[in-house]
């Protein structure tokens, strides 16, 4: 009896709850989507581990005042995809919501990881309705939730500014922000904080090799700030390897897993190539120096295949961090046992010895943001010293004119690398190693090349304010052209040295991190300037972090490498001091350098100087289709310059950057005032402008005209001998072996071209100007259409630049060398195929 009363009693609760579950049903629906992850633990044991919920867009949860949630949901159906050849795995899950039916659009998602592992997700797609999908863009890693302590949130990929947030959003809005700027606490920062701050260039000395400057936060040493990742202001002594991986970085700005492992591979083979270079001149018991023209020859030249040996695997060792080292079993299986070739020496390997190629790469080589056309002759000092370049030396030379009808003509131009180097001299010019400042003048012919017409080499003189001064001309024959050849090695140093330092470190890496810190701290993701933005910071913060640890720190690679060794980073500061973000436009540049006059009539309001100046003509109409796209894309969003105004996000992101991501600057009047939509305009073109088309040209070429030791070298260890002297009757004697014995050793030249190996290659995951990770970056029919036209712009101005280098009238185009200037083609075609080292294509962002 009481056994059948308990049963009656559980069917009368069974039909009760399925009564409400039927209930439940009339006013409920169901979201359908699917999720991508990568670099995850085995697919079975994620499962009940990942918990999902969505917000409402337009339903409002009165008890939190946030959007209303959905019911939990959990990974289902996981199917592996696109299989990654190093290993790193991706799967697609299903996801199935259960919502009220009033729920509307989701706005956003918050997502739990209880799982041990940290994984990578890429995206979210949702099916709302027959017609309606909601995208989600989300590229993070998500940690366990017993590290991070809290769940992450991810909106969907529509913009608003904010005030047109839904009211359903506003908290999560701030709530997210709030988030990424932290409270301040104190510490190392681990690699699972999503915290955004800023900090000095504080982590560049080293206690085997002594205290470097702070940089930034004083008059002495002004800087950009950097990142700020907690980790002890000076290396520890237990550090080893020249190529470290570094994690104290937001995760949301590391390298994707494909990347990281791209790079550990990179980094691994261009290690080999310094290894081995070394190991086999051990084995022939050379000496460190080059003996001859063809022992360098030899470093790009042999087998194209090598076992890997022993001996080679403890070298490794020696140079790789172990989180790299690790990786050589797969990565060194099959190797090449020498460099790469360079085009240099590919197409013509005496181009290097040409005058006009030496001109030509002013104008179109990896430093062609330097030369600037001559105000008045002679070239002064800012401290009032002349130069000692007379009118005797070059008259005669500029083609029929007079020194007076050429500058009346603009056309003396100067490649001047003297004032910032003469206060460093003294410090620079130790341990063997011997620098000069340099001027040199050249004269535009009349087919538009630069013809040079004479070097000044200069030295501190014995008493303070005095200087040293030489000037050498270009020579036929004899001893006469072999001076000259030794003069532009000198002026070939400087300019190395300018361009790895100011034109590649400074004035692209450096001075971009404070806009990430910024965007991230002050502008929502949901924020239609952060979306227009964000493509064009991918990896930048990773690259500076393992730039700082690798090659910018105290006996770094560049200490070991560049002529102003120990000086360098306070070389780079005092550059620093003349740094205008006004400036940094390209018409803006060229335009102060005197390669361009306004006219309203040409593009970008400019007119160029000559036509062929490969750099300013590519890349004009390259800024122009970019300052067109973001034009209309700010106008889109901000129908007048008070909704600028008015948008207090956009107002702090440029207080901030003024005030602490450039503070060293803060009271600078060239900043613009951000009251106008032509302002913002302005400020976003110059700062895409920097991130993806000015590093690129200064960039991905690197290999192919620097990895030829003898175009560019990095350091000079004789000075040119004065005439009465015995090392002037040892030139004389044999002017070649004076010329290798200048140059920097097997070591130092073989440790540069395997840093250069690396940072001019391209990787599978890059992303390209005119293009995005997604086609569904942003959901928004108008943006995405008017970003296709901004991509076909491109593709125009791509077969506009093909013509120019096909055109043999050009003469700046390919130049002795025969290499077209392709540094600034912004080809959006067959991106899979320009991996490596290809010296072409536009990178939306500083990604190496």
């Known amino acids: 009896m009481e056994h059948s009363r308990i049963i009656d009693c559980l069917n009368v609760f069974q039909g009760s709850v399925?009564?409400?579950?039927?209930?439940?049903?009339?006013?409920?629906?169901?979201?359908?989507?699917?999720?991508?992850?990568?670099?995850?633990?085995?697919?079975?044991?994620?499962?009940?581990?990942?918990?999902?919920?969505?917000?409402?867009?337009?339903?409002?949860?009165?008890?939190?005042?946030?959007?209303?949630?959905?019911?939990?949901?959990?990974?289902?159906?996981?199917?592996?995809?696109?299989?990654?050849?190093?290993?790193?795995?991706?799967?697609?899950?299903?996801?199935?919501?259960?919502?009220d039916r009033d729920f509307g659009l989701p706005g956003a998602f918050v997502i739990w990881n209880q799982h041990k592992h940290k994984f990578f997700l890429q995206s979210m797609s949702l099916q709302v309705t027959f017609r309606q999908m909601v995208h989600f863009e989300c590229k993070s890693w998500i940690y366990p939730n017993h590290l991070t302590q809290k769940a992450r949130i991810f909106f969907s990929n529509t913009c608003y500014l904010p005030s047109q947030t839904p009211n359903s959003l506003l908290q999560l809005r701030k709530q997210?922000?709030?988030?990424?700027?932290?409270?301040?606490?104190?510490?190392?920062?681990?690699?699972?904080?999503?915290?955004?701050?800023?900090?000095?260039?504080?982590?560049?000395?080293?206690?085997?090799?002594?205290?470097?400057?702070?940089?930034?936060?004083?008059?002495?040493?002004?800087?950009?700030?950097?990142?700020?990742?907690?980790?002890?202001?000076?290396?520890?002594?237990?550090?080893?390897?020249?190529?470290?991986?570094?994690?104290?970085?937001?995760?949301?700005?590391?390298?994707?897993?494909?990347?990281?492992?791209?790079?550990?591979?990179?980094?691994?083979?261009?290690?080999?190539?310094?290894?081995?270079?070394?190991?086999?001149?051990?084995?022939?018991?050379?000496?460190?120096?080059?003996?001859?023209?063809?022992?360098?020859?030899?470093?790009?030249?042999?087998?194209?295949?090598?076992?890997?040996?022993?001996?080679?695997?403890?070298?490794?060792?020696?140079?790789?961090?172990?989180?790299?080292?690790?990786?050589t079993e797969r990565g060194i299986k099959d190797y090449t046992a020498k460099f790469p070739m360079p085009q240099l020496f590919a197409g013509n390997e005496l181009a290097w010895k040409d005058d006009k190629e030496f001109g030509r790469q002013m104008l179109a080589g990896i430093n062609a943001t330097l030369i600037q056309c001559l105000q008045a002759f002679p070239p002064r000092s800012k401290n009032g010293i002349w130069s000692s370049i007379r009118r005797s030396h070059i008259e005669h030379n500029l083609d029929g004119l007079t020194l007076q009808e050429a500058m009346n003509q603009w056309r003396i131009f100067i490649l001047d690398h003297h004032d910032y180097l003469m206060p460093f001299l003294g410090q620079i010019n130790k341990n063997g190693v011997c620098a000069y400042a340099s001027r040199t003048l050249l004269f535009l012919k009349d087919d538009a090349t630069l013809k040079p017409l004479a070097i000044?080499?200069?030295?501190?003189?014995?008493?303070?304010?005095?200087?040293i001064h030489r000037v050498f001309r270009p020579g036929t024959n004899g001893s006469e052209a072999a001076l000259w050849q030794l003069a532009k090695v000198h002026v070939a140093v400087n300019d190395s040295g300018y361009h790895q330092l100011i034109s590649h470190w400074l004035k692209t890496h450096a001075v971009v991190e404070p806009f990430i810190i910024a965007t991230r701290r002050q502008l929502s993701v949901m924020h239609p300037i952060h979306r227009l933005l964000d493509p064009h910071f991918k990896d930048t913060m990773h690259t500076n972090a393992l730039a700082r640890i690798t090659v910018l720190k105290a006996g770094g690679i560049f200490e070991k490498t560049l002529y102003s060794g120990e000086a360098s980073m306070e070389l780079s500061s005092s550059l620093y001091k003349e740094w205008r973000f006004d400036e940094q436009s390209l018409p803006g540049d060229l335009v102060k350098r005197g390669l361009a006059f306004q006219n309203s009539e040409c593009l970008a309001g400019i007119q160029l100087l000559f036509e062929d100046y490969p750099y300013g003509a590519d890349g004009l109409e390259i800024w122009v289709a970019t300052k067109r796209w973001v034009t209309d894309f700010c106008r889109y969003f901000y129908k007048d310059d008070n909704s600028l105004r008015s948008d207090h996000e956009i107002q702090e992101w440029w207080s901030e950057i003024r005030k602490i991501g450039h503070g060293d600057k803060c009271n600078?009047?060239?900043?613009?005032?951000?009251?106008?939509?032509?302002?913002?305009?302005?400020?976003?073109?110059?700062?895409?402008?920097?991130?993806?088309?000015?590093?690129?040209?200064?960039?991905?070429?690197?290999?192919?005209?620097?990895?030829?030791?003898?175009?560019?070298?990095?350091?000079?260890?004789?000075?040119?001998?004065?005439?009465?002297?015995?090392?002037?009757?040892?030139?004389?004697?044999?002017?070649?072996?004076?010329?290798?014995?200048?140059?920097?050793?097997?070591?130092?030249?073989?440790?540069?071209?395997?840093?250069?190996?690396?940072?001019?290659?391209?990787?599978s995951d890059e992303v390209y100007l005119g293009q995005r990770q997604s086609p569904n970056w942003i959901d928004d029919v108008w943006v995405k259409q008017r970003f296709e036209q901004f991509a076909e712009e491109l593709n125009e101005v791509h077969k506009r630049i093909v013509e120019r280098n096909a055109d043999s009238k050009l003469k700046n185009r390919r130049g002795p060398s025969t290499i077209p200037y392709k540094l600034l083609d912004p080809t959006v075609s067959n991106i899979k195929s320009g991996q490596g080292i290809t010296a072409i294509g536009i990178p939306n962002s500083i990604s190496m």
Not at 65 to 87: C, D, F, M, T, V
Not at 301 to 325: D, P, Y
Not at 456 to 467: A, I, M, R, V
Not at 738 to 752: A, D, G, H, Q, V
């Open 18 to 99: 399925k009564a409400q579950l039927a209930e439940s049903k009339k006013h409920s629906e169901s979201i359908k989507g699917e999720i991508i992850i990568q670099h995850c633990p085995a697919k079975s044991s994620l499962g009940k581990a990942i918990r999902i919920k969505l917000y409402s867009l337009s339903k409002i949860d009165p008890s939190t005042g946030k959007g209303k949630l959905s019911q939990e949901a959990h990974l289902n159906n996981g199917k592996r995809i696109h299989k990654k050849p190093n290993g790193n795995r991706g799967f697609q899950y299903e996801l199935t919501f259960e919502v």
């Open 456 to 467: 000044e080499l200069s030295l501190p003189g014995l008493s303070p304010g005095t200087e």
């Open 668 to 763: 600078e009047t060239w900043w613009s005032s951000m009251t106008t939509v032509s302002d913002l305009v302005e400020a976003l073109t110059t700062l895409i402008w920097i991130s993806s088309c000015l590093h690129a040209s200064v960039n991905f070429g690197q290999y192919e005209y620097a990895g030829h030791p003898l175009n560019r070298p990095t350091k000079c260890r004789n000075f040119i001998a004065m005439e009465g002297t015995r090392e002037y009757a040892e030139f004389l004697h044999d002017p070649d072996k004076f010329f290798l014995k200048m140059l920097p050793n097997r070591s130092e030249i073989t440790l540069y071209l395997a840093l250069l190996e690396i940072l001019s290659a391209h990787t």
């Open 176 to 327: 997210e922000l709030d988030t990424l700027r932290g409270d301040g606490t104190p510490g190392r920062t681990r690699e699972w904080h999503r915290v955004y701050d800023y900090d000095f260039y504080n982590d560049l000395g080293d206690p085997q090799r002594g205290e470097r400057p702070v940089l930034g936060g004083s008059v002495s040493y002004p800087y950009p700030r950097r990142g700020k990742t907690g980790e002890p202001h000076i290396h520890s002594e237990n550090e080893k390897g020249m190529f470290k991986i570094d994690n104290c970085i937001p995760p949301d700005e590391r390298f994707s897993p494909e990347k990281l492992s791209e790079f550990a591979k990179k980094v691994i083979q261009a290690t080999l190539h310094y290894v081995v270079s070394q190991g086999e001149s051990v084995l022939r018991e050379e000496t460190n120096q080059f003996k001859s023209f063809n022992e360098i020859k030899e470093l790009f030249s042999g087998k194209k295949n090598q076992v890997v040996q022993e001996w080679m695997i403890r070298k490794l060792e020696t140079h790789l961090a172990k989180e790299i080292f690790k990786e």
